[in-house]
């Protein structure tokens, strides 16, 4: 009987965080519901309670289901049998816990049969099920999907299709191609309008595709002939049930291998566009791509969880010269800092969470009705800050993960390296999560704009003035300035170079920037909470060490120094 | 069209004995319920799957789950509300107190003859006493056909007038069939209960029985239960069923405890044999083998 909410006080201390009422009074929008729907809320403690009791139901699907199939879903993976994927017994299994505890359409508003609650909940829950199992997140996560349609599509499309997700059925976004990775303007799956049909009509392949064979897909096509470039993509919605799609393989893949990553190809396949030609790239994929990575920020802090746990319990259990590791400094250390890291991804987290979710209300609200100044003003702000911290998060919850993952299998040792222990698959889960939706290297693209402009740094004069932190940890504190201002003497190095310059040192600049962010974060918890005083001055230490290192390596280097690196673009696999 | 079924679940509150603890006995002897959480007996959670199933079977139908208990018992109520349930009973009155299988099921029967149910779905036996009398003992007092074990029921006929059932034997399975009204009892190998269904936890999570919301003295609460009806549980009194006293509680039980000793319980598994010789001789050896015998 395990519960994944109850179990994690860390979880349940981020629902508490004061923002919240701000949070759910706008997406409860003046609690407008609560005469229409009898499971709707009328004041916030009553949306808080709902939203505790809803965690919890999910908690225990997530310990009990969840978790205890996904050895066996990766053992089996899904296959494709005539054209279409059979998920692993263990996957279906835990889609019907799901359904038949009511939880899908859980951030979708009530006249779609959904339970309307804050994204924070959403990704509660993301990081919950991935806790249990990676892969199975995707699925859950990718409720996303209905998310975007929320937002963008007409309200005919919304009456047929989110009610569906509601009710149960999966998603999936159909974006990847063959020759269109990472670089999405290069799709070509084609879409053309059939007069005779009265529809779009869908044709090509697309690959790599999550959860592929869902029910409702969100497709990017072009739609405009003869285009190249980004203004000739659309989106549209296919439905499943009109069979025109077909599965054509699954990959093997290293780990989440419950998940399904299919190859696709649509054969006049009747879609629906969404909201207006040419915005699919532009406009409709970066909102599903943040979405989608705040779930991948969900999934890493998720598995970071269990890696921790695996580690801290084996560490307990597990004696050498006459007595438990953990009693080795090499151990409680490394233990000590994957707790700050767990403790401080997860404070990242949330912040951006709430960043996005106050935008996106706000967005929703502004559809209903013209924002007074000081709304569109705090809109505006907001969507700022969850620009620039949704990739920073990303990157760092997902290279955390790695680490943690990591670590968790040297603390096991050889008993990690065995399929014996679950260490193993959560070691090959989270390679994944610093590579798809957008590799690190492409965040710190996303990222280093907020650095260069500044975002971060008034960010964190921000948490300076407000300056939340227990009286005995000043000194902690201070050096938090001292970091701040070191970075700022980085940015202002590096922004004298060129653009070239600039690239070369983006990691190092947005990570600095996300050190001390984390660090603030954790302070500001631990003056509100015990329990974070020992994170917040270990992740300091962390903090001071990494910024230390990237300011060495920033006023130890010149221009000329790229050029070393440039070297190996002459170099040639077959020459060596 | 069929007419909707009014299905009756008995449950009962239980101390959770599966997992016991060192503290779970006192050391009178006596079971310790402080030290152990009350929980909804599991295979009434069993029970009231079937229930759901013939609930979604016949459109309109109601659920109604009927409890002997103290008033924390109502928590059980509202977790079968969460799952599905339309509302609950609670039967609850000192008189009741100390009840044994007979005393308990003459108070139920009692409240049943008041609701009048078409079919009476209840677990085959609560894990703290293990008896598995009540549910035959209520459909003995209500002059109805019983069928135990049940684990699905498989069909129920268009007019209501007979139900077929699979039932889990100790040598395999048997199909039978009853007409209405009647009582079932359900065995643990049948599908578990659904889950607490999100909706419906956050529309009677404010279900309470009178004597909670007294208990809580909470406007808001009094309120909401005042104008939403559907958050009302029923409570019954000894005197709203009509019983007599002489039939309830200690008083009503011919079952007087003597006396408790704690068992070491050694067996490993149970082990069936045949009247074979070679089962016998290997019995025989075994038993040598071990010094049991010999």
Request: glycine letters at 6%; charged letters at 25%; proline letters at 3%.
């Amino acid at each position: 009987m395990a519960n994944f909410f109850l179990d994690n006080k860390d979880l349940q201390y981020q629902l508490s965080h004061p923002l919240m009422r701000k949070i759910v009074e706008l997406k409860e929008k003046g609690f407008e519901d609560k005469d229409k729907y009898d499971y709707a809320p009328a004041d916030f403690e009553d949306a808080m309670d709902s939203y505790r009791r809803v965690l919890e139901i999910m908690g225990g699907i997530c310990g009990d289901v969840i978790a205890v199939n996904a050895e066996g879903v990766d053992h089996e993976g899904p296959k494709v049998e005539n054209d279409r994927v059979i998920y692993a017994p263990g996957t279906q299994q835990n889609i019907d816990a799901i359904v038949k505890a009511g939880l899908m359409g859980i951030t979708l508003p009530r006249k779609y049969e959904g339970l309307n609650f804050p994204l924070v909940a959403f990704v509660m829950t993301n990081e919950m099920v991935a806790r249990g199992d990676m892969g199975f997140e995707n699925i859950w996560g990718l409720q996303d999907c209905a998310e975007t349609l929320n937002e963008f599509a007409s309200e005919e499309i919304k009456q047929e299709y989110l009610t569906r997700v509601s009710q149960g059925e999966t998603c999936a976004m159909d974006l990847t191609e063959p020759d269109a990775g990472s670089d999405l303007q290069s799709v070509m799956l084609k879409a053309h309008w059939d007069e005779e049909k009265q529809t779009w009509l869908l044709n090509g392949v697309k690959r790599f595709i999550t959860n592929g064979d869902g029910e409702i897909s969100l497709v990017l096509a072009r739609s405009e002939e003869g285009t190249k470039d980004a203004r000739g993509l659309s989106m549209f919605v296919y439905d499943k049930r009109s069979g025109a799609t077909k599965v054509r393989r699954i990959e093997n893949k290293m780990g989440i291998k419950g998940s399904p990553t299919c190859e696709l190809v649509f054969t006049n396949a009747p879609a629906k566009l969404v909201g207006d030609r040419k915005m699919g790239l532009i406009k409709y994929v970066m909102s599903l791509m943040n979405a989608a990575r705040l779930g991948i920020g969900a999934q890493a802090v998720g598995l970071s969880e269990a890696a921790y746990r695996e580690a801290l319990k084996y560490a307990h259990e597990r004696e050498q010269f006459g007595k438990p590791i953990i009693e080795f400094p090499a151990v409680f250390e490394m233990l000590s800092n994957m707790k700050a890291k767990l403790q401080g991804s997860r404070a990242l987290l949330y912040e951006t969470t709430r960043f996005v979710e106050i935008y996106k209300d706000y967005t929703h609200w502004s559809h209903d009705r013209k924002l007074e100044p000081a709304e569109r003003a705090e809109m505006k702000e907001y969507n700022k800050l969850a620009d620039a911290f949704t990739p920073l998060q990303k990157l760092i919850t997902s290279e955390y993960c790695n680490q943690m993952a990591y670590d968790a299998m040297q603390i096991l040792g050889g008993s990690g390296y065995m399929k014996d222990y679950p260490v193993e698959r959560l070691y090959r889960d989270a390679r994944i999560t610093n590579i798809y939706e957008g590799t690190s290297q492409l965040q710190v693209v996303a990222a280093i704009r907020h650095v260069t402009t500044g975002t971060y740094a008034a960010k964190l004069k921000q948490y300076e003035d407000e300056a939340l932190y227990p009286a005995d940890l000043e000194s902690v504190f201070k050096q938090m300035v001292e970091l701040r201002e070191d970075y700022e003497a980085c940015v202002e190095r590096v922004t004298a170079g060129d653009a070239e310059q600039i690239d070369f040192h983006a990691r190092r600049l947005v990570e600095m920037a996300g050190h001390i962010i984390i660090t603030h974060l954790l302070l500001r918890q631990a003056a509100d909470a015990e329990d974070y005083r020992t994170s917040a001055q270990v992740y300091a230490k962390i903090a001071v060490a990494k910024c230390k290192e990237a300011k060495t390596y920033i006023f130890n280097s010149c221009c000329g120094d790229i050029d070393l690196f440039k070297a190996v673009i002459n170099e040639n696999v077959e020459n060596l | 069209m069929s007419k909707p079924l009014k299905i009756v679940v008995l449950a009962k509150q239980v101390p959770d004995t599966r997992n016991v603890g060192k503290d779970a006995m006192k050391a009178d002897g006596t079971v310790n319920r402080a030290a152990l959480p009350a929980i909804f007996n599991p295979e009434d959670l069993n029970a009231l799957e079937q229930a759901l199933i013939l609930k979604d079977m016949r459109e309109g139908s109601t659920v109604q789950v009927l409890t002997m208990g103290p008033p924390r018992a109502a928590d059980i109520l509202r977790d079968a509300m969460f799952r599905g349930a339309d509302g609950g009973i609670l039967l609850t009155d000192r008189k009741f107190a100390g009840a044994d299988t007979l005393a308990t099921s003459y108070a139920l029967s009692r409240a049943l003859v008041k609701i009048q149910p078409d079919i009476i779905v209840a677990g085959r036996q609560a894990i703290d006493g293990d008896t598995a009398q009540v549910g035959p003992q209520v459909a003995e007092k209500l002059g109805i056909p019983q069928v135990t074990y049940a684990e699905e029921i498989v069909s129920l006929s268009d007019d209501n007038k007979e139900i077929i059932i699979k039932r889990r034997l100790d040598h395999g399975i048997e199909i039978v069939s009853s007409p209405l009204p009647l009582v079932v009892t359900v065995n643990g190998s049948a599908p578990e209960c659904r889950p607490q269904h999100a909706k419906r936890v956050m529309k009677y999570k404010n279900a309470r029985t009178p004597s909670e919301l007294q208990e809580a003295d909470n406007d808001y609460l009094n309120s909401l239960c005042a104008c939403k009806e559907y958050l009302n549980i029923q409570e019954w009194s000894v005197a709203d069923v009509d019983a007599d006293d002489n039939q309830l509680g200690l008083a009503g039980s011919p079952t007087k405890v003597k006396q408790i000793e704690n068992v070491v319980f050694q067996a490993k598994e149970a082990k069936r044999l045949t009247a074979a010789d070679a089962d016998i001789n290997e019995l025989m050896v075994e038993l040598i083998a071990s010094h049991t015998l010999g």
